[in-house]
Nanobody, 115 residues
């Protein structure tokens, strides 16, 4: 059974930083596009950032310059470094793994940006 386990969420003040982690129990982790999505109350889930199997990174326009996605293939883990956080970044952040045959989601981790 595939599991994506997120960690690192929490409460942070505006302008602060957080680093999210997602540990994936995937036997062929490097073949997946790994992504971070978020969903705020009353809004649709949206892409924050993704890193493809060949290491190409894509970012949502709203997050460009403030987030960095990275992965450690040896640890089957993907990270999301978030800086200069704003109250509107408050959401549940989900890890996603996708390849041509499968898609998996984590359970989500809450990020709250508030003073």
């Amino acid at each position: 059974q595939v599991q994506l386990v997120e960690s690192g969420g929490g409460l942070v003040q505006p302008g602060g930083s957080l680093r999210l982690s997602c540990a994936a129990s995937l036997s062929d982790f490097s073949s997946y596009t790994m992504g971070w999505y978020r969903q705020a109350p009353g809004k649709q889930r949206e892409l924050v950032a993704e890193i493809t199997s060949v290491g190409r990174r894509n970012y949502a326009d709203s997050m460009k310059g403030r987030v960095t996605i990275s992965r450690d293939i040896a640890k089957n883990t993907v990270y999301l470094q978030m800086n200069s956080l704003k109250p509107e970044d408050t959401a549940v952040y989900y890890c996603n793994a996708f390849n041509s045959g499968s898609m998996y989601w984590g359970q989500g981790t809450q990020v709250t940006v508030s003073s």
